[in-house]
């Protein structure tokens, strides 16, 4: 058991790894909640004890199976972001590897993370698909609510059900994110960001957004009337457009170096061209044009100072969903420049010299994450070939 305190809530809670788990009478998906994956962020934590609490009081029907699980207990102790290694940046294959064959060598971050993987392996061989997973943050700064997501149909086609603003792409930028990891294991998995870390309106949020989550899901067999207003309820927390938004920058904080973001900044907030935004080792950061920021950075841990983002117009949406499902890829690989990375058909290798014509952009609306390996290669991975859609394909909203 770890204490788990809430500045919001002036309340101190007890719990274990599994916060929550009901397992329902009837068939349905599998849904799991992950919160405090970052220890100082408590939100989900307390928001998944009280959907639970309800749930149970309530004698809720439930179809399936539902967990509550809690991320770093030993940062959530602490009140911490992580102990020694951001528990959200370390989900990699070679990792998890690593992990396995040194014992007693490993930070405790680690240590949890080898926990959650083995619960995750429990979890995915003694249920049954479909899967759902979400995983629930809060920010450092000023938010309305917003979904993260892997750039994947499937992952977008679920995300659309919530009228929320959501953001694609963060994982070209972030690697060894939870959910990416899943991700790549083919099931459905959006991060959910309900608001300031210690706002009392972020649980608020997230209850909300586990609700709402459990009718999606079917979980839940909520009346129309019911979903409805959960909807509205969702929808009534921020005045952000719910539109699909696209990261095209991310200013990386350099290890040592000592970041100060200018004060004031919010989520989505629109920045006019020369707006001094952060200063970082002596040097003013400003905008030489205009600029939406997203995720400012107002605590002291963390390497990514800021992101810039865009709206993704309907337009493009329809495009990529065309070109994926014709398998667009496919065709391009008869091009010069471009070839097969890996046997699997789900990366490509790009000769930017040749290739001249090619840019991330596009490969972005074929469904790939783009990594710049040098000078003149791209490699670019697919995040549509792992996709288990067979899986959804009974699932209402699909
Ligand atoms: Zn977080």
């Not at 699980?69 to 940046?89: H, Y």
């Not at 309106?201 to 586990?210: L, Y």
């Not at 783009?370 to 859609?389: D, P």
Request: hydrophobic letters at 40%.
């Amino acid at each position: 058991m770890v204490k788990v305190y809430s500045n919001a809530l002036e309340e101190t809670m007890e719990i274990d790894r599994i916060i929550g788990h009901i397992q329902g009478s009837e068939p349905g998906p599998t849904v799991v909640f992950f919160a405090g994956i970052h220890g100082n962020e408590p939100a989900g934590v307390f928001a998944l004890k009280q959907v639970f609490r309800e749930l149970k009081l309530r004698q809720t029907k439930i179809n399936g199976q539902v967990y509550g699980i809690a991320g770093n207990l030993g940062a959530l102790k602490n009140k911490v972001r992580f102990v020694e290694k951001d528990l959200n940046r370390i989900w990699s294959a070679e990792e998890l590897v690593q992990i396995d064959a040194q014992d007693d060598a490993i930070s405790s971050d680690e240590m949890e993370m080898r926990e959650l993987y083995k619960l995750l392996t429990h979890i995915l061989t003694l249920n049954q698909p479909p899967y759902y997973f979400i995983d629930l943050h809060t920010t450092s700064g000023d938010t309305p609510p917003f979904m993260v997501l892997n750039d994947s149909l499937l992952n977008r086609k679920f995300a659309s059900n919530y009228p929320l603003p959501i953001i694609l792409g963060i994982e070209e930028y972030l690697s060894g994110a939870l959910l990416s990891y899943i991700n790549e294991l083919g099931y459905v998995s959006l991060g959910f960001e309900g608001g300031k870390h210690e706002d009392i309106v972020s649980i608020r949020n997230c209850i909300d957004f586990i609700r709402f989550t459990l009718g999606i899901t079917e979980l839940v067999s909520y009346s129309v009337q019911e979903l409805d207003r959960f909807k509205r309820e969702l929808l009534s927390a921020g005045e952000v457009t719910n539109r699909f938004y696209e990261i095209y920058y991310q200013y990386e904080i350099e290890t040592g170096s000592s970041f100060i973001m200018e004060p004031g900044f919010e989520n989505f907030q629109k920045i006019p061209k020369g707006t001094q935004l952060a200063v970082d080792n002596g040097n003013r950061l400003v905008t030489h044009r205009k600029r939406q920021i997203f995720m400012p950075l107002y605590q002291e841990l963390g390497s990514e100072g800021f992101y810039f983002i865009r709206s993704v117009p309907k337009v493009l949406l329809w495009i990529s969903k065309g070109l994926r499902k014709f398998k667009v890829d496919h065709i391009l690989v008869r091009l010069p420049g471009i070839k097969w990375k890996s046997l699997k058909k789900d990366a490509l290798l790009v000769d930017l010299r040749i290739a001249k014509f090619m840019v991330k952009s596009f490969f972005h609306l074929l469904g790939y994450r783009a990594r710049q390996v040098n000078q003149t290669h791209l490699v670019v991975k697919s995040r549509e070939v792992a996709s288990k859609n067979v899986d959804y394909k009974d699932a209402r909203w699909f």
